[in-house]
């Protein structure tokens, strides 16, 4: 079974310039999540999708951030115009369902953006 | 509002070494809680995950335990290897969709 697919796997950019990034969930995963994580903490939940619908983008900075789900499959995550903090690894994921017994959380290997 | 901690931050023990690595949540209404592994430069893997009607699981060597009441979650890793060097987040799920993530923990098993 292929994994949760993520690209590119680094970018480096100005501040100020934008970015996107790209994620593919498992095959048949309805709810697909959008994850920052900073060096040495863990991941911050910034958008969730249930199909191609929002159910939760309360952490998401949406001055800057912007994310979609076209057809309740693949996923971009844009950030316009990007800051120096926002230097992080960016990790999609993907489960079944939002219920307690299919949620098992499955990763890509993550989007790694460094802001210069 | 829900905060996971897990102490220690970091931790260094010798091959085969049994140890255990804890987690603490603030809010005891939570439906599972899960264990992942991050190694450097790559995403998480899910190692095991407890229902909160559940008092433990077990995978190999891993042994995952829950005790809600009291807002704790250890897991056990039985004769310690160095490809178990890797960090290791818990996380929680609390309903509304929310997953919430502990900061880790980093092990170094020692050849």
């Known amino acids: 079974e292929a994994g949760v697919a993520q690209s590119p796997r680094y970018k480096i950019i100005e501040k100020r310039q934008s970015v996107a990034f790209w994620c593919n969930p498992i095959s048949g995963h309805a709810t697909l999540y959008w994850y920052q994580q900073i060096l040495g903490q863990g991941p911050k939940l910034l958008i969730q999708f249930q199909n191609n619908g929002v159910v939760d983008d309360s952490q998401l900075p949406k001055d800057r951030f912007s994310a979609e789900r076209l057809k309740g499959v693949d996923s971009t995550l844009k950030i316009q115009p990007a800051k120096l903090e926002d230097s992080a690894v960016y990790l999609c994921?993907?489960?079944?369902?939002?219920?307690?017994?299919?949620?098992?959380?499955?990763f890509g290997e993550g989007s790694w953006l460094t802001v210069v | 509002k829900q905060e996971v901690t897990q102490i220690p931050a970091a931790l260094s023990v010798p091959e085969g070494e049994n140890l255990v690595l804890n987690c603490s949540f603030t809010d005891s209404a939570i439906y599972n809680l899960q264990w992942f592994r991050q190694d450097p430069g790559k995403g998480l893997t899910s190692l095991l995950l407890?229902?909160?009607?559940?008092r433990e699981q077990t995978s190999g060597r891993l042994n995952a335990s829950l005790d809600k009441s009291s807002g704790r979650s250890t897991l056990y890793i039985a004769a310690s290897q160095p490809g178990d060097s890797a960090t290791y987040l818990c996380a929680v799920y609390t309903g509304g969709f929310k997953t919430i993530f502990g900061a880790g923990t980093r092990l170094f098993v020692k050849a």
């Open positions: 994921a993907s489960s079944l369902g939002s219920g307690t017994h299919r949620n098992t959380i499955y």
């Open positions: 407890i229902q909160s009607s559940q």
